[in-house]
T-cell receptor, first 113, second 118 residues
Framework: ELKVEQNPLFLSMQEGKNYTIYCNYS?????LYWYRQDPGKSLESLFV?????AVKQEGRLMASLDTKARLSTLHITAAVHDLSATYFC?????????????FGKGTKLSVKP | GAVVSQHPSWVICKSGTSVKIECRSL??????MFWYRQFPKQSLMLMAT?????????EQGVEKDKFLINHASLTLSTLTVTSAHPEDSSFYIC??????????????FGPGTRLTVL
């Protein structure tokens, strides 16, 4: 059974600081997603990582994937208040319902001035 | 890009009534649609997977007679919560996958429907 674990679940950081969110998954998958969710809203797609060693960057966010370690990271550089949200990683479950996504529990990020 | 809509965006109903939620892919044909449920401050949990023209596949613990799913066309799937109770109050999110512009494997999420059962 595919399991996805994120840590930390809560993250309070000051503006300007750097931090990393970790996403571990339990079985082989070559497709990992990062999403952002604002309160009361649906998911906003941030990154799709398709292969080992993949690295993608958008603004202050950078995501990477190590399929051998079954680990993805979401690195936040010089955080700003606008990044406050809940971030989810999700992995394609090829052994499940036609490749549905298994989500981590989410990391609630709060960036304080 | 691929757009998925949901209707209604929020609904309040009395206990015992049924509620229908629509999920539409606006600019692509969705061969598969997924229905997720998210309780407050929790992650998304898959409820069921539907393919156009066939019966939905429900995840373990999800009552198929309570959560009726119909995927009648390549652009529309509906979730009907029958005899809703307060414990069914949740945020329901659909996603669609199909012959999208970017990838056939990418899921595109709808904006969600917040259901409150009184």
């Amino acid at each position: 059974e595919l399991k996805v674990e994120q840590n930390p679940l809560f993250l309070s950081m000051q503006e300007g600081k750097n931090y990393t969110i970790y996403c571990n998954y339990s079985t082989t998958s070559d497709r990992l997603y990062w999403y952002r969710q604002d309160p009361g809203k649906s998911l906003e797609s941030l990154f799709v990582l398709l292969s080992n060693g993949a690295v993608k960057q958008e603004g202050r966010l950078m995501a990477s994937l190590d399929t051998k370690a079954r680990l993805s990271t979401l690195h936040i550089t010089a955080a700003v208040h606008d990044l406050s949200a809940t971030y989810f990683c999700a992995v394609s479950n090829y052994g499940g319902s036609q490749g549905n996504l298994i989500f981590g529990k989410g990391t609630k990020l709060s960036v304080k001035p | 890009g691929a757009v998925v809509s949901q209707h209604p965006s929020w609904v309040i109903c009395k206990s015992g009534t049924s509620v229908k939620i629509e999920c539409r892919s606006l600019d692509f044909q969705a061969t598969t649609m997924f229905w997720y449920r998210q309780f407050p401050k929790q992650s998304l949990m898959l409820m069921a997977t539907s393919n156009e023209g066939s019966k939905a596949t429900y995840e373990q613990g999800v009552e198929k007679d309570k959560f009726l799913i119909n995927h009648a066309s390549l652009t529309l799937s509906t979730l009907t919560v029958t005899s809703a109770h307060p414990e069914d109050s949740s945020f329901y999110i659909c996603s669609a996958r199909g012959l999208a512009v970017i990838s056939t494997d990418t899921q595109y999420f709808g904006p969600g429907t917040r259901l409150t059962v009184l």
